[in-house]
T-cell receptor
Framework: EAQVTQNPRYLITVTGKKLTVTCSQNMNHEYMSWYRQDPGLGLRQIYYSMNVEVTDKGDVPEGYKVSRKEKRNFPLILESPSPNQTSLYFC??????????????FGPGTRLTVL | DAKTTQPNSMESNEEEPVHLPCNHSTISGTDYIHWYRQLPSQGPEYVIHGLTSNVNNRMASLAIAEDRKSSTLILHRATLRDAAVYYCILYNSGNTPLVFGKGTRLSVIA
């Protein structure tokens, strides 16, 4: 089944304790992206990647890191989480085409609480 | 980035058609109009997209104004499962990412 998976789905942690949220897709998509969703603010993009070893900042990259060593994986790293990073996180992927604009497939979400 | 304007919320009766409007007066010639929706407790899912012509798929129809400054997502028969937040997004092929606004929260009444 074509899908985007995220782990963990739920995480409660404490300020300053490094964590990684994994994202994996099995559709051979070039494009992958991370969003966070907060009440009243909608979905905001954190980082995105057009292909392996290519990453770019989205709208709210501060406090986050990403890497794209393999096509299928795009982990989100919080080196020193803070309470303002408490949020619902979504990973997404899509094909990239010069002439076509492809739909993005979203993962189920990771609810992160930083105490 | 070109922006979109959508009503905050709309309500529909079950089994009735729903027309969800979106204004995008600053759209450029290469911007595609995408619609996504987010069901409660789920990630967003793609609904439909178009460039200039009206589009139909199994989920919905997309009507695009001739000047492309507005569009309407049409759900032909709303069901309770269609209750969601619907996002109208302008997307340009290339390196630009999807930019989600606040969307329209659709409530469907049985």
């Amino acid at each position: 089944e074509a899908q985007v998976t995220q782990n963990p789905r739920y995480l409660i942690t404490v300020t300053g304790k490094k964590l990684t949220v994994t994202c994996s897709q099995n559709m051979n998509h070039e494009y992958m992206s991370w969003y966070r969703q907060d009440p009243g603010l909608g979905l905001r993009q954190i980082y995105y990647s057009m292909n392996v070893e290519v990453t770019d900042k989205g709208d709210v990259p501060e406090g986050y890191k990403v890497s794209r060593k393999e096509k299928r994986n795009f982990p989100l790293i919080l080196e020193s989480p803070s309470p303002n990073q408490t949020s619902l996180y979504f990973c997404a992927s899509s094909l990239v085409g010069r002439e076509t604009v492809n739909e993005q497939f979203f993962g189920p979400g990771t609810r992160l609480t930083v105490l | 980035d070109a922006k979109t304007t959508q009503p905050n919320s709309m309500e529909s009766n079950e089994e009735e058609p729903v027309h969800l409007p979106c204004n995008h007066s600053t759209i450029s010639g290469t911007d595609y109009i995408h619609w996504y929706r987010q069901l409660p407790s789920q990630g967003p899912e793609y609904v439909i997209h178009g460039l200039t012509s009206n589009v139909n798929n199994r989920m919905a129809s997309l009507a695009i104004a001739e000047d492309r400054k507005s569009s309407t997502l049409i759900l032909h028969r709303a069901t309770l499962r269609d209750a969601a937040v619907y996002y109208c997004i302008l997307y340009n092929s290339g390196n630009t990412p999807l930019v989600f606004g606040k969307g329209t929260r659709l409530s469907v009444i049985a």
